[in-house]
C-alpha cells in the first residue's frame, strides 16, 4: 500500500461494494427518469394526439406580431413635428403572378419600381412562400393612382396601405427630432428582438433614437389560423390554453421644449448661409430652437433613399447632415468678454471704474510682440463698460494677464464650457477651456506642454485654443440672464396621452447655480451688454436700432486663419472658407428675459455684421409672431 | 492481497491489453451503438435540414473527427489520464479566465477562443476535466469522502462552473456541474450528507437567481408561463409540443414532417431535432433512440462497475451518467418538461464541438475498459 494518507487505510473491498452500490443506485435513477420521459412522450403522442395532430395537420397556430404606433412627437405648443401618415406600398404576391421577370421589367417602365433593384426583389418574392405579400416599393400619390388605373394588367401585384414616419417640417426639424430609418445590424445589437419583431423602422438620430424605448411602444400579436400549406384562413379566437391574442401598446406621444414658430424664424434668418442658431428659455433651460444650415429633409431617410443620394449628401462640402448647434466648435473671439469681466470683478483684479488707455496694441512687459485689437482702431481712455460695449480688446489682454490663466479658466468652466451641456440627445461636443493642465494633457511633446504668457493674452479675447459650441453659448448666455442660477438645456418637456390628450409636464432640471458673484456685477455686465446694442460705438447698435424690446448682447469675431504682424486682415484677398466666422450670445429683454441666443455664422465675416443681424431677426419673431403653419416641407 | 496488488501496482501501466483490434484498444460494443446512434441522428438531420447535403456533409466530418478522438483517447492507459487530469483541469479553468478577460474587453457573449488556426470553447474542455480532477482527488484517498474533502471538490466544480455561467452560457455551466456533481455522488456521500446539501443548494437558489443574466431569468419565466413571451421562446416551446404530439406512435414518416419542412419548428437542427424525429418516427422512433441512448449509459457503468481503480471507477460511472443528463435535459426542455438551456442532443444535433468532446468521453471508457489488468484468478 503507498496510497492514501496515514490515517486513513483505503479497504479496496469495501470500497468497491459502496461505489457498485451507487452504480446500481444510479442505474436504477437512469431507469426511473428514462421512464418519466417516455410518460411525458407518451402523453403528448398518444393521449394528446388527437389535439395535436389537429392542430398540425389541419389547422394550426400562428402568431402572427402586431407592430405598436409610434408615439407622435409635439412642439411646445402641440404643433405636430414628427407623425405617421398613411403610406401607399407596392406589393407583389408570388404565387399568381406567371411571369416574375416581366411583370417587375412593365412596373419598371411605369417608374413604379427601381431597375437597380431588379434582381434583389426577384429573389425577395422568390423566396417567400407563395401566397405571401412582399414589398416592392413605397408609391407617391401619384404613382399609385398610376397603378391603379393598370392594375387589371397587373396579376399577382397590388397596392396597399401602411404607416410611414413623415416630418412635416422636414429639414427644420431635422437636427432635434432626428430621423428614423430601417433596423440595421448594428441596431440589432441595442434592441429587443421580439419586442421588434414586425417594426421596420427605429431611430437613428435626435429625439428619435434618445427617447426609442418611449416612443415605440410595446409590440403586440395576434393568433391566426392557417391551413397545411400556411395560408392565413381567418382570424380566430382558438379558446384554448395556449395563446391568446394581444393588443399592441402605442408608444408614448412626446412634446418638445422646441417653439416651431421660433425654429422656422431661426432658420430662414440664417438663409443660405452656413450657421447654426440656438435658443434657451433662460427661467428653465427649455430649448426653443436649434437650427443648423445648411440642413436635409428627414423624410428621405424615412422614406429610404439610394445609396447615391446619400453619398451625394454625405460628402457634400457644406456638410448638411453636420449639426453645427451641437457639434461645432467655433473660437467664441470677444462673446466670451461678459464672462471674463464677471471672473475678474469676482478675483478683484478690476474695478467697474478701472480706467485704461487704448492706443490700438499691446505688448506684454518685456516682449516685442504686439497684440493688436482684432478690430483695428483706438479706443482711448476706456472703463469695464465701455471695454464691454466697444469690445476693446486691449482692456482684456490685461485683465487675462491679471488673472491668470488658471483663474480664468475656471471661471470659464462654471458658465459650462469646455463639458457637453447635457443636453438629451446625443451628438455634443466638449469644446475646449484651455489651461496649462489641458495642454498638459493633449499634447505629446514635452515642448508643446508648455503654457505661454501669450496664451493667456489671447484666452482673454476668446481667440487661441478656446472652443464653444452654439450650444454651449446660449446656455451661458441664459445663464448670464438668469445671474447665475442655471438649468440643464433640455428638449423633453412632457409627454401627451394618446387616450386622453392629457399631458404631463417635466420638472426643470436645475444645475448648481452660480453665486459667487454680486449683484452689482451681474448688473454691471448686464448693462454693458444692453450698451453693446444700444448705445454710441456699441458694437451691435446698428443691428438693433428700432426694436421694441431691450437685448443684451455680445458680438464676436473668431478668426479662422492667423494674420502675420505686418498685416491687415482685407476680406476680398481672402477665400470665402477662411474668412472669419460671426458669432453673437445675446438675451431679452434685458431686465426681465425670456430667451438667451448663441449664433454662429461661418465665415460671415465679424459679429456684427454676419450674427446680430440673425439675432435681430429671431429675436423680432420670438416677440411678434410669425405664422408657422404657413410653412410647409416640400411634399413628400 | 492480489486484488490490492492489482489496484495498485505500476506494472498494470506496461500490462498487454486485454482486448484489442490490431494491439489497439478499441470497445466493440460501445462503438458499434455510437454508429448506431449517429447514423440514426444523420438520417434525422437530412430531414430537418431539408435534404441540404452540405450540412450533412460536415456533421459527418464532424463525426469522423469524433471517431479520430475516441481512437486516441482509447488508447492513452488510465494513468496516464490521471496524470494529466491536473494540468488539464488548470489548463482549462485558465482559459476561461482567458475568454472571461477577452469577453470584458470585447463586450457581450464570449465563449470562444481564437487561437488563430481553430476556434476553441474551453467550457466543452471542462465538461471532461471537471470530472476527471474530482476523480483524481478521491483517488488515492479513503471513500466515502469527509467533509472537507467534499469541500475541496465542490471548489474544484463551482469555479469553472460559475465561470461558465458568467460568459453567459447556462446549459453548459449545469452539465459542467453535473459532472462534477455525479463524481462527488458516486465517491460515495451519505444519503444524510446529500440531504443537507440539498437543502443548502435550495438555500442558494436567492443568490443564483440575482448572480443570472437577465436573459437567463426570461428563460425561466418562460418556462414557468410560455405565453408571456409568444414571439420569442415560448412559441418554440409550444410549437415543439405540437410537433412531438402529433408524431404519434408511428410518426408522419421520414421527410413527412409538416412542422419541420413549414418552417414551424425553430432550431431544428440543432437544439431542437429531437422534436423533428418524434413528429417523423413517433414514439416509437424515440424510443429506439432511448434504448439506443440506454445501451450506451449502461455500457459505460458495466465498465464503471468492472473497472480497477478509483480514478477509473469514479471517472466512467460519471462519464455514463453526465451523458444520461445530456440526453434527459435535451429531450425534457423540448417536450416542455424543462426550461429551455440550450442543451444540444448528444451525437444527434449538427454542432461541432459537442460531438468532439463526447466522442473523447467514450474514448477514455473504451480505455478505462480496454486497460484492465487480466486477473490471476
Redesign the interface.
Known amino acids: ?5 496515514s490515517r ?6 469495501q ?2 461494494r ?3 452500490s ?2 446500481i443506485a ?2 436504477i435513477i ?2 426511473l ?2 421512464g ?3 410518460t ?3 402523453q ?3 393521449w ?2 388527437e ?3 389537429e ?3 389541419g389547422n ?4 402572427d ?1 402586431v407592430p405598436p404606433t409610434r408615439g407622435i412627437i409635439y412642439d411646445r405648443n402641440m404643433v405636430v413635428i414628427a407623425e405617421n401618415r398613411p403610406n401607399w406600398e407596392l406589393v407583389a404576391v408570388g404565387e399568381q403572378i406567371n411571369n416574375l421577370d416581366r411583370t417587375l421589367r412593365s412596373l419598371e417602365d411605369l417608374g413604379l419600381v427601381d431597375p437597380s433593384e431588379h434582381d434583389t426583389l426577384r429573389n425577395l418574392v422568390r423566396s417567400h412562400r407563395g401566397f405571401e405579400r412582399v414589398k416592392l416599393s413605397n408609391l407617391s400619390e401619384e404613382q399609385a393612382a398610376t397603378f391603379a388605373v393598370r392594375r387589371h394588367l397587373f396579376s399577382g401585384v397590388d397596392i396597399q396601405e401602411a404607416l410611414a414616419r413623415y416630418y412635416p417640417f422636414g429639414e427644420m426639424s431635422a437636427f432635434t427630432v432626428g430621423y428614423v430609418g430601417s433596423i440595421s445590424e448594428t441596431d440589432l445589437q441595442r434592441i429587443d ?2 419586442n421588434y ?1 414586425g417594426t421596420s423602422h427605429i431611430g437613428k438620430t435626435g429625439i428619435e433614437r434618445a427617447y426609442e424605448d418611449r416612443l415605440h411602444g410595446q ?1 403586440g ?1 395576434r393568433q391566426l389560423v392557417v391551413n ?3 395560408r392565413v384562413l381567418e382570424n380566430a379566437d382558438m379558446g384554448n390554453d ?3 391574442s ?1 393588443a399592441p401598446l402605442p408608444g408614448e406621444n412626446l412634446v418638445l421644449s422646441i417653439d416651431m414658430k421660433l425654429q422656422i424664424a431661426a432658420h430662414e434668418a440664417l438663409g443660405d448661409v452656413r450657421g447654426a442658431v440656438v435658443a434657451i428659455d433662460p427661467r428653465s433651460g427649455d430649448v426653443l430652437a436649434i437650427a443648423s444650415t445648411p440642413s436635409f429633409d428627414p423624410n428621405r431617410f424615412a422614406a429610404g433613399m439610394s445609396r447615391r443620394d446619400f453619398v451625394a449628401l454625405n460628402t457634400d462640402p457644406d456638410k448638411p447632415l453636420f449639426n453645427r448647434a451641437l457639434a461645432g466648435t467655433y473660437p467664441p473671439g470677444s462673446t466670451v468678454k461678459p464672462f471674463i469681466a464677471l471672473t475678474a470683478l469676482q478675483h478683484e483684479s478690476v474695478t467697474p471704474d478701472h480706467e485704461i488707455y487704448c492706443p490700438g496694441e499691446w505688448r506684454l512687459p518685456g516682449q516685442t510682440h504686439r497684440y493688436r485689437e482684432g478690430r483695428g482702431g483706438v479706443h482711448g481712455r476706456v472703463d469695464l463698460h465701455h471695454a464691454i460695449v466697444r469690445s476693446c480688446d486691449v482692456y482684456f489682454y490685461q485683465l487675462a494677464v491679471a488673472m491668470g490663466i488658471e483663474y480664468l479658466s475656471g471661471g470659464l468652466t462654471a458658465f459650462g464650457f469646455g463639458a457637453p451641456t447635457g443636453l438629451d440627445i446625443a451628438g455634443e461636443q466638449s469644446g475646449i477651456v484651455p489651461s496649462p493642465e489641458w495642454k498638459k494633457k493633449n499634447f505629446s511633446r514635452r515642448e508643446d506642454q508648455v503654457w505661454f504668457p501669450g496664451e493667456t493674452v489671447i484666452t482673454g479675447i476668446g481667440q487661441g485654443y478656446m472652443l464653444v459650441t452654439p450650444l454651449q453659448l446660449a446656455s451661458a448666455g441664459a445663464t448670464l440672464a438668469a445671474r447665475g442660477t442655471r438649468f440643464k438645456p433640455r428638449l423633453l418637456i412632457g409627454s401627451a396621452s394618446g387616450a386622453t390628450g392629457e399631458t404631463t409636464y417635466l420638472e426643470p432640471v436645475a444645475l448648481p447655480t452660480i453665486d459667487d458673484h454680486s449683484a452689482e456685477d451681474w448688473q454691471l455686465v448686464s448693462d454693458a451688454m444692453v450698451g453693446v446694442t444700444s448705445e454710441q460705438g456699441g458694437t451691435a447698435r446698428s443691428n438693433m436700432i428700432g426694436a421694441e424690446y431691450s437685448v443684451a448682447g455680445k458680438t464676436g469675431t473668431a478668426q479662422v486663419i492667423g494674420i502675420a504682424q505686418d498685416q491687415k486682415y482685407r476680406e476680398e484677398d481672402i477665400d470665402e472658407r477662411q474668412r472669419d466666422h460671426g458669432l453673437f450670445v445675446a438675451f431679452a429683454p434685458a431686465d426681465a428675459p425670456r430667451i438667451a441666443l448663441g449664433i454662429v455664422v461661418e465665415n460671415g465675416g465679424g459679429g456684427s455684421r454676419a450674427a446680430a443681424p440673425v439675432a435681430r431677426k429671431v429675436l423680432d419673431a420670438f416677440f411678434a409672431s410669425q405664422d408657422y403653419t404657413a410653412y410647409v416641407a416640400g411634399e413628400p | 492481497m492480489s ?2 496488488s492489482l ?2 501496482g505500476r506494472a498494470a501501466a506496461g500490462g498487454r491489453k486485454r482486448r484489442g483490434f490490431g494491439g489497439f484498444v478499441v470497445d466493440m460494443p460501445l462503438l458499434l451503438i455510437l454508429f448506431a446512434v449517429v447514423g440514426l441522428g444523420m438520417i434525422v438531420l437530412y430531414s430537418a435540414v431539408s435534404a441540404e447535403s452540405g450540412l450533412l456533409l460536415r456533421q459527418a466530418m464532424r463525426f469522423g473527427v469524433g471517431l479520430a478522438a475516441f481512437f486516441v483517447a482509447a488508447q492513452i492507459p488510465p494513468h496516464y489520464l490521471r496524470i494529466f487530469t491536473p494540468w488539464l483541469y488548470f489548463l482549462g479553468v485558465g482559459l476561461l479566465l482567458v475568454v472571461a478577460v477577452e469577453g470584458e474587453i470585447g463586450k457581450g457573449a464570449q465563449r470562444w477562443l481564437d487561437l488563430g488556426f481553430v476556434r476553441f470553447q474551453p467550457s466543452e474542455l471542462l465538461k471532461l476535466a471537471v470530472p476527471m480532477m474530482c476523480a483524481w482527488f478521491m ?6 469522502p469527509t467533509f472537507p474533502q467534499l469541500m475541496v471538490m465542490g471548489l474544484i466544480v463551482l469555479t469553472p462552473a460559475i465561470l461558465i455561467g458568467e460568459q453567459p452560457d447556462l446549459g453548459t455551466a449545469l452539465l459542467v456541474a453535473a459532472a462534477g456533481g ?1 463524481t462527488i ?2 465517491a ?1 456521500i451519505s444519503v444524510r450528507v446529500m440531504l443537507v446539501f440539498g437543502t443548502l443548494g435550495l438555500g442558494t437558489l436567492p443568490v443564483l437567481w440575482s448572480l443570472m443574466h437577465d436573459y437567463q431569468k426570461a428563460r425561466v419565466f418562460t418556462f414557468l408561463n ?2 408571456t ?4 421562446t415560448g ?1 418554440n416551446i ?1 410549437q415543439s ?9 408511428f410518426g408522419k414518416g421520414w421527410l413527412m414532417g ?2 419541420a419542412h ?1 418552417e ?1 419548428l425553430p432550431e431544428r437542427s440543432t437544439d431542437f431535432i429531437f422534436a423533428v424525429m ?2 417523423e418516427f ?2 416509437m422512433g ?2 429506439l433512440l ?1 434504448v439506443l441512448y ?1 445501451a450506451l ?2 455500457r459505460g ?1 458495466y465498465i ?2 468492472s473497472a480497477q481503480d ?1 480514478f477509473s ?2 471517472l466512467a ?1 460519471a462519464l455514463s ?1 453526465t451523458f ?1 443528463v445530456y440526453v ?1 435535459v435535451n ?2 426542455m423540448v ?3 424543462l426550461p429551455i438551456v440550450g442543451v444540444p442532443l448528444p451525437l444527434v444535433s449538427a454542432g461541432g464541438t459537442s460531438m468532439v468532446t463526447i466522442m473523447t468521453g467514450f474514448g477514455m471508457l473504451a480505455s478505462i475498459h480496454g486497460h484492465r489488468k487480466l486477473l490471476a484468478a
Open positions: 500500500m503507498v496510497a492514501g494518507s486513513q487505510f483505503k479497504d479496496p473491498w470500497e468497491q459502496l461505489f457498485l451507487r452504480v444510479a442505474g437512469v431507469v427518469l428514462s418519466v420521459l417516455v411525458r412522450l407518451v403528448l403522442q398518444i394528446n394526439y389535439r395535436f395532430s392542430l398540425s395537420q394550426r397556430y400562428r402568431i406580431p428582438r421580439s419583431a409590440v400579436y397545411a400549406q400556411g395556449d395563446f391568446q394581444k | 486484488l490490492a489496484e495498485w483517488h488515492e484517498r479513503r471513500l466515502p455525479l455522488l458516486l460515495g410560455p405565453e413571451d409568444p414571439l420569442g412559441y409550444i409540443k405540437i410537433a412531438i404530439g402529433s408524431g404519434g406512435l409538416s412542422q413549414l414551424f418524434a413528429e413517433g414514439l424515440l424510443c432511448l440506454l449509459v449502461g457503468l464503471a462497475a478509483t471507477r469514479l460511472g451518467l444520461f434527459f429531450a425534457g417536450s416542455g418538461l
